[in-house]
């Protein structure tokens, strides 16, 4: 098959093919250095602030037309934006006297202070108006705060900026993938995903490859021979370590052009979430069968970050404080990993040896992660406590699974994070309580066991004394939730 030695990509409709170190530049800084896209501005490059959001739209929808949404630039290498269109704020002016209805709303009422947040603020309002439309909804106060959570304004001109969301009239708004169809374009989007990409080029220091496989036994066979291969999903992770100078990445994968990852599905037992499916379709996926892990990503990063972020970069990233660990653990979910040599299945609470060293082998990649649909007996509840409510690094984190019948306790399932170098499941704990009463005595008790399992670090963000606490007071919360109902 041919091989591609470039990035092709299209950036407010024109079409750009890109090579050498620039494909391994963060999109920001290739934008504002390389083709004087200045309107997007970097701040934190750390994914943080939203200062640098854009629209991406790398896959179509139903309906044949690009599936735009917001991302921060400042973390996403060039190189995963092949085969993407990318809109920036510059791109979204209607014409040279007309600017697009959001950029005008936040003109119109005073939305910019200083102006360098704007930006981003109209690139994640665009993309929600893209959204809230497709979906046949009103913007209210309380969603566009939900979309906007990733964007800061240290001038603090919030309320203008609701007010100019408020003023949006959505049936006036023209689609972004309407305005962009481009079907010249999506035919070659096809052929770009059926092109493997590999590309070599050398630095100042090192040696730099880039492999995009388009296929799932082009990927096996290029981990087969160079296990040092780093995957790359979404970037979240590996973006902010790399900004901070703490990683170099000179062999990198990204599977994103394999299209058998990004699927999604479920049957009676499982609901089976591909490699590279995103943290915001899992959130959409799931929340007809399981709500309780919505309330979690709800409050898990922002939107730009889940439009961006894999949950298996989630799984294999292996933080003891990943929000969505805790989760998987205690359902049971199995990592299924795959190598030239074949499947291998491990459940979640055996695939963290130690403090970020997992159960793969250096020809395996993750390929999936298969989630147990829960029994309608069973009541799951996730817990997370941070400094702030939203968008915040965990301290501490728990999962819970019960069964009850008459008010004894069948079968039960415990998961605590931020106690541990590893998320942890409390195996002594599950079974010293079955059979015993659901009462709030029996998991005060419980609570008051811990310290013979767990030995918590004070950091910076939490003291061992506190955290050993609230992972005590989660035992406590969890009955009182359950046997009243409260979800
Ligand atoms: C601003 C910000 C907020 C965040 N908020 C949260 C939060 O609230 N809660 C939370 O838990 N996390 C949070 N994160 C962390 C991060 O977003 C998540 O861990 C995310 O799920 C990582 O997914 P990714 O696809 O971006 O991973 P990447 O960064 O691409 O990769 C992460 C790791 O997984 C490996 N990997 C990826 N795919 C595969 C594969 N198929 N096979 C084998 N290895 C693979 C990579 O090599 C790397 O080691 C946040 C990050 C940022 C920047
Ligand atoms: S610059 Fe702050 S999120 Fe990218
Ligand atoms: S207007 Fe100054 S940072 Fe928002």
């Known amino acids: 098959m041919e091989n591609r030695q470039n990035i092709i990509t299209t950036i407010n409709d024109k079409r750009y093919e890109i090579e050498g170190d620039k494909a391994f530049m963060p999109l920001g800084s290739f934008l504002r250095q390389e083709i004087n896209l200045t309107g997007t501005k970097i701040v934190c490059a750390e994914g943080d602030c939203g200062a640098c959001t854009i629209l991406l739209a790398r896959d179509v929808g139903s309906d044949g037309k690009l599936l735009f949404k917001t991302v921060n630039s400042c973390i996403l290498p060039v190189y995963l934006i092949d085969g993407a269109h990318v809109l920036t704020v510059e791109g979204l002016k209607i014409s040279e006297t007309e600017l697009h209805p959001v950029q005008q709303a936040m003109a119109d009422c005073n939305g910019a202070q200083c102006g360098y947040c704007t930006p981003g603020f109209i690139c994640a309002m665009a993309g929600m108006a893209e959204k809230l439309k497709s979906e046949n909804k009103e913007i209210t106060e309380k969603r566009t705060k939900n979309f906007l959570t990733g964007n800061l304004c240290r001038c603090t001109g919030y309320k203008p900026i ?30 770009i995903k059926s092109m493997p990409m590999n590309m070599d080029f050398t630095g100042k220091k090192i040696k730099h490859n880039i492999f995009l496989p388009v296929s799932l036994e082009q990927a096996l066979f290029a981990k087969k021979a160079d296990p040092e291969l780093r995957l790359i999903g979404g970037s979240t992770d590996i973006g902010v370590v790399v900004n901070k100078g703490r990683l170099t990445t000179p062999k990198t994968m990204a599977l994103y052009h394999i299209d058998q990852l990004k699927k999604i599905s479920h049957d009676q037992e499982f609901i089976e979430v591909g490699a590279t499916v995103t943290l915001s379709e899992f959130e959409d996926y799931i929340e007809s069968f399981i709500p309780e892990i919505n309330k979690m990503l709800h409050i898990f990063a922002s939107p730009q970050i889940k439009n961006q972020a894999t949950l298996v970069g989630n799984v294999v990233n292996g933080s003891p404080i990943a929000d969505t660990i805790p989760f998987l653990m205690v359902s049971d979910s199995i990592v299924v990993l795959q190598s030239i040599k074949g499947k291998r299945e491990v459940l979640m609470s055996k695939f963290y040896l130690g403090y970020k060293k997992l159960d793969i082998r ?7 992660v298969k989630i147990p649909r829960l029994k309608k007996s069973e009541q799951l509840r996730l817990y997370k406590v941070s400094m702030r409510k939203d968008l915040d690094i965990s301290a501490v984190t728990f999962a819970g699974i019960v069964e009850v019948e008459n008010n004894k306790v069948l ?3 415990f998961c605590l994070g931020g106690v541990a170098a590893t998320v942890i499941r409390l195996n002594e704990i599950e079974s010293s309580v079955v059979g015993e009463d659901f009462t709030k005595e029996v998991f005060v008790n419980l609570g008051k066991t811990l310290s013979q399992y767990i030995s918590p670090l004070s950091d910076l963000r939490a003291s061992k004394l ?9 035992f406590v919360k969890f009955q009182a939730e359950v046997s009243s109902g409260v979800v």
């Open 362 to 368: 250096p020809d395996e990649i993750v390929v999936a």
């Open 466 to 474: 506190y955290r050993m606490k609230v992972a005590e007071n989660f």
């Open 411 to 413: 079968s039960a399932r």
């Open 162 to 191: 609701l007010e100019a969301a408020a003023s949006l009239d959505l049936s006036r708004t023209e689609y972004l993938k309407d305005r962009f169809h481009n079907p010249t374009w999506l035919l070659e989007m096809k052929k």
